[in-house]
């Protein structure tokens, strides 16, 4: 095992933590608008074990981020603003995001967002906790393996229009449309889907000291390329408990985005988190299979604010793959300073 590995791992020990930046950032309020400023840098390292094909040569990551936001309140209490979030890398955590850009409206009745975000299913899918770098869908798919899928699969960060309901006695609906989604290039052969419809459907209630939820999620689109139509499903559970987060997805993503069909894969995930202010950590597994892949994934990991302006992160994760009959197994491990504003 490599040494990144274990610094990583003696990282996870020690400092097992949110993807929220503890600092209040810079704010400005002038009468009905307010602005927003974040800004972080991180420096991340990690590493593979000599059996898993490597992602890509890096073991280390600067990465930038800064996020952007304006609005203004009417005298109604509706709010319209803008919100921008970039940094200088993709991250493939989605715990921390970046990438987005868009305007909104919000009033009692709903919000109504138009630009690069997430899609209906996946902003109200309820599924396995995950947290600071991500666990099971987290940043270890930088230095090697596949992450999980957990919701249904989307159309990502495409530009879109999403509207998501204000809750309703516990239930919030949402609906977006992407007019097209380029995916990356496969064997330099064109993958792009157009009219990617996403439908998503949250439910939760509050029992005892317990808050309960259930979500569903379907996603549809017209292939352009070479692969298949996106037609996928997705549905979850959560309890909530104080600190405390339990979640577990079943995910039914069938032939999307394959270059062939009866690819039929599906996933089941369950997790844990514990999270507190200055502190977290998470346990997360999924369990994926398909005709001609197998995926299996355990992750560890979490975050530690040392004060309001640096957050240590770190995971463990272990990967069983295995991609018509060839199996990989290992442990990647990585680790991650951010300086926040």
Not at 112 to 133: N, T, W, Y
């Amino acid at each position: 095992m490599r040494k990144s590995i274990l610094l990583a791992a003696v990282a996870g020990a020690g400092f097992l933590a949110t993807p929220a930046l503890a600092a209040d950032g810079l704010r400005w309020d002038s009468g009905d608008w307010a602005f927003s400023a974040h800004l972080a840098g991180s420096a991340q390292a990690g590493d593979a074990s000599e059996d898993l094909p490597p992602a890509s040569g890096d073991t280390t990551h600067l990465d930038g981020y800064v996020r952007l936001n304006a609005d203004w309140t009417s005298d109604d209490g509706w709010t319209a603003g803008a919100n921008l979030e970039a940094s200088t890398n993709d991250r493939e955590t989605e715990a921390l995001n970046t990438g987005e850009i868009y305007v909104y409206v919000a009033s009692e009745l709903g919000r109504l967002e138009i630009g690069k975000q997430d899609g209906a299913a996946d902003a109200l899918a309820l599924r396995a906790p995950v947290i600071a770098l991500g666990q099971v869908r987290g940043d270890f798919a930088r230095y090697a393996g596949s992450q999980a899928l957990l919701s249904a699969y989307d159309s990502g960060d495409a530009p879109k229009v999403v509207f998501l309901s204000a809750p309703y006695s516990g239930l919030r609906v949402g609906v977006s449309w992407a007019p097209q989604d380029n995916r990356d290039d496969l064997a330099g052969l064109p993958v792009k889907h157009h009219d990617v419809v996403e439908l998503g459907a949250q439910f939760e209630r509050p029992v005892g000291d317990w808050v309960l939820g259930i979500s569903g999620g379907y996603v549809t689109s017209q292939s352009v390329g070479v692969t298949q139509d996106i037609r996928s499903w997705s549905v979850g559970v959560e309890a909530k408990r104080g600190p405390l987060r339990l979640g577990a997805g079943y995910v039914d993503r069938g032939d999307s985005n394959q270059l062939f069909i009866d690819f039929d894969q599906r996933e089941w995930s369950v997790g844990a988190a514990w999270v507190k202010e200055r502190w977290g950590v998470a346990a997360s597994a999924a369990w994926s299979e398909a005709s001609v892949f197998d995926n299996q994934l355990l992750g560890i990991g979490g975050f530690f604010n040392l004060n309001d302006y640096v957050t240590l992160r770190a995971d463990v994760v272990h990967v069983d793959e295995e991609r018509f009959g060839l199996e990989s197994q290992g442990v990647v491990g990585l680790a991650e300073i951010e300086f926040h504003y």
